[in-house]
Nanobody
Framework: QVQLVESGGGSVQTGGSLRLSCAAS????????MGWFRQAPGKEREGVAH????????FYADSVKGRFTISQDVAKNTVYLEMTSLKPEDTAMYYC?????????????????????WGQGTQVIVSS
């Protein structure tokens, strides 16, 4: 059974940094897409960044390009989201998401329906 366990959220001031982690387990072949979504109060869940576990091909939403970096530690089955130059508009619940085995990453901007498994979320608050 696939499990995603997030950690690393918290509260920071504008301009600060945080690193989110998502520890994953449960796949057989290990060829899947993994990434992060976020959802602010009253807004839809939006894709932030994702990568393919084998090719490491990455996607970033325009709103985070140049500020967020997604990376992975294959040995630890963990994906990270390094967030820098944080803004109040980055405040949201951040969710780790992953696809089933052998399913590629979305070709276009990710939708929640592109992903099959979800973590419980970790809160990020950026104060001005």
């Amino acid at each position: 059974q696939v499990q995603l366990v997030e950690s690393g959220g918290g509260s920071v001031q504008t301009g600060g940094s945080l690193r989110l982690s998502c520890a994953a387990s449960g796949w057989t072949a290990g060829s899947y897409c993994m990434g992060w979504f976020r959802q602010a109060p009253g807004k839809e869940r939006e894709g932030v960044a994702h990568l393919h576990r084998v090719t490491d091909k990455q996607f970033y939403a325009d709103s985070v390009k140049g500020r967020f970096t997604i990376s992975q530690d294959v040995a630890k089955n963990t994906v990270y989201l390094e967030m820098t130059s944080l803004k109040p508009e980055d405040t949201a619940m951040y969710y780790c998401a992953a696809t089933r085995d052998y399913k590629g990453c979305p070709a276009a901007s990710p939708e929640t329906t592109d992903f099959d498994y979800w973590g419980q979320g970790t809160q990020v608050i950026v104060s001005s």
